[in-house]
């Protein structure tokens, strides 16, 4: 049991549209980064934050934005959505903000986009 | 451009034998790779993983190899069992200190009963 928990499972949405993920990280993790995993790939790192700043990006355009509040949840913002958005988002929380050895990321279960 | 790759996206085993999961990397700058384990619906679980400065990790019936001049890792499962079917991630970490870490695609291992 990891702790960290995604909502909504499955979301449908318009290409157009923006939509707003949510994770809860497990309590006393003050990082969280959130990964895209397209049909048939590996994850690829979105963005990371510590302590509610942004501290790491991948190649990602602005459209995707995040927040992470002090209650150790955090949101992923896609505005201006693509049909190429369609993935499943995955969060990680984790306690160091430097991926130490020794220390690891810890994945909720995702939220399936599907982007029509 | 993959730096993590996995070229073997299936694998079938007999219970009790041993499964070898490979993986290889380009960028030499890569210090930290960890293998992780998706179930469906589920998120990708932390394995095992090993430094650079090492070539070889264990745990329990996982061990880790890793071949920096050949830029290649393996996953060994001794002996196989039927819970261990799943797909099994490579992935390296950058070396930005964050957790930005990169991922191959996946091989799927399905230990036969």
């Known amino acids: 049991e990891t702790g960290v928990t995604q909502s909504p499972t499955h979301l449908i949405k318009t290409r157009g549209q923006q939509v707003t993920l949510r994770c809860s990280s497990q309590?006393?993790?003050?990082?969280v980064s959130w990964y895209q995993q397209a049909l048939g790939q590996g994850p690829q790192f979105i963005f990371q934050y510590y302590r509610e700043e942004e501290n790491g990006r991948g190649n990602f355009p602005p459209r995707f934005s995040g927040l992470q509040f002090p209650n150790y949840s955090s949101e992923l913002n896609v505005n201006a959505l693509e049909l190429d958005d369609s993935a499943l988002y995955l969060c990680a929380s984790s306690l160091a903000s430097r991926g130490a050895e020794g220390d690891t990321q810890y994945f909720g279960p995702g939220t399936r986009l599907t982007v029509l | 451009d993959q730096q993590v790759k996995q070229n073997s996206p299936s694998l079938s085993v007999q219970e009790g034998r041993i499964s070898i999961l490979n993986c290889d990397y380009t960028?030499?700058?890569?210090?930290?790779f960890l293998w992780y384990k998706k179930y469906p619906a589920e998120g990708p679980t932390f394995l095992i993983s090993i430094s650079s400065i090492k070539d070889k990790n264990e745990d329990g019936r996982f061990t880790v190899f890793l071949n920096k001049s050949a830029k290649h890792l393996s996953l060994h499962i001794v002996p196989s069992q039927p819970g261990d079917s799943a797909v099994y991630f490579c992935a390296s970490r950058g070396t930005s200190g964050t957790y930005k870490y990169i991922f191959g695609t996946g091989t799927r291992l399905k230990v036969l009963a």
């Open positions: 960028n030499s700058m890569f210090d930290y």
């Open positions: 309590s006393g993790h003050n990082t």
